[in-house]
């Protein structure tokens, strides 16, 4: 991590929850990737997607980064709906430690219990977590910019794990490490690495059981009224910006943009998300009463902060890349002719 005095704001929030990183991983070796290996990682990968929506399993794990951990408890299950005889799928993830904050699901419905704001509702066929989502849906979509190489086997938790890594085609991304259970195909370690075998982010599961019947927290939420849905329509997704973004990593798309406000300082600012299938970035924009800035950064493991200024206006990109490309994006911005600024 780089240390500065930032300046600014939106740097200050991201630190809040930051920490420097230093631990070191040992190098990836060059790795010839055969069809073989690539097949037995798909089969592999497809085997922990239908785990992850058909098993019912309490786990605990924790994400460790920056020399600190977070730890989690996640229950998964399926069960019937009395009601019209449908398959249910329920789903809580609660970070331990400090404050309260609870992600529950009931089929397309998450709802999030937080400190900062009152509990609310959104439709959504999966959680927002340290997992990334798509361990649970169709891994293929990653196969035009990454690499999926089975390694071998290895012990995690006591039990047999299959090695898979998950490698970038280009220099813009971070690799994935990821071992299965050889028994359930559930996911039991994850590490996010460099290029050059820097350990950056991992997570690590502490208690892994799977049983044949519905736990009692999972009955529980069953039961629950959830908060109100709150209204994310297309529209207010699909925000029309007065700037645009020339240049991403291939493979990444537009899935929304909006104008919301940060938490601190109550100052609004204009936002675009895209995201690869795996990897999310987000990018800012927005009024800074500097004239010009040099680019700041900083590292909350193996997410990454980077700023600019440029005539009053700061741009901020936040994402799991290397600041090379993080930087290629703030420069890249442009603002559309006869919109003006933020």
Known sequence: MKFLLFKSPFIQYFLICSFS????????????????DSNIAELSFERLSNALRELNFSTSFVVVKNNQAEPYHWLH??????????????????????PRRDILRIDNIVSYIEPEYAPYSITSS??????????????????????????????????????????P?????FGYWVWLDQQS??????????????LLE??????????????????????????????????????????????????FKKIKSNIHRINTSKQAVEFML??????????????????QRAIEFANDGATLVL???INNVEVSVVGKIPVASANQIVNSVRFIPNHGTP
């Open 21 to 36: 990183v230093f631990t070191s991983f040992s190098a990836l070796s060059a790795t010839v990737k055969s069809d073989s």
């Open 77 to 98: 299950g399926n069960t019937k709906n009395t009601a019209s005889g449908n398959q249910v799928e329920l789903e809580i993830l609660a970070l331990l430690n400090g």
């Open 126 to 167: 999966h959680i927002s977590g340290p997992i990334p989502a798509v361990f649970g849906q169709d891994i293929s979509v990653l196969k035009n910019n990454y690499h999926f190489v089975s390694v071998g086997k290895s012990r995690v938790l006591g039990r047999i794990a299959q090695l898979i890594r998950i490698v």
């Open 169 to 173: 085609k280009d220099t813009h991304r």
């Open 185 to 198: 195909g559930l996911l039991l370690k994850l590490a996010i690495i460099t290029r050059k075998g820097q």
């Open 202 to 251: 991992q997570i690590q599961f502490t208690h892994l059981e799977i049983t044949d019947n519905l736990s009692e927290h999972l009955k529980q939420l069953q039961a629950t009224d959830l908060p109100k849905i709150i209204d994310t329509s297309t529209k207010q997704e699909e925000t029309e910006l007065a700037w645009q973004v020339n240049w991403l990593p291939s493979g």
């Open 274 to 291: 895209f995201n690869d299938g795996l990897v999310d970035i987000s990018v800012y924009v927005n009024p800074s009463k500097d004239k």
């Open 307 to 309: 700023n600019k200024v």
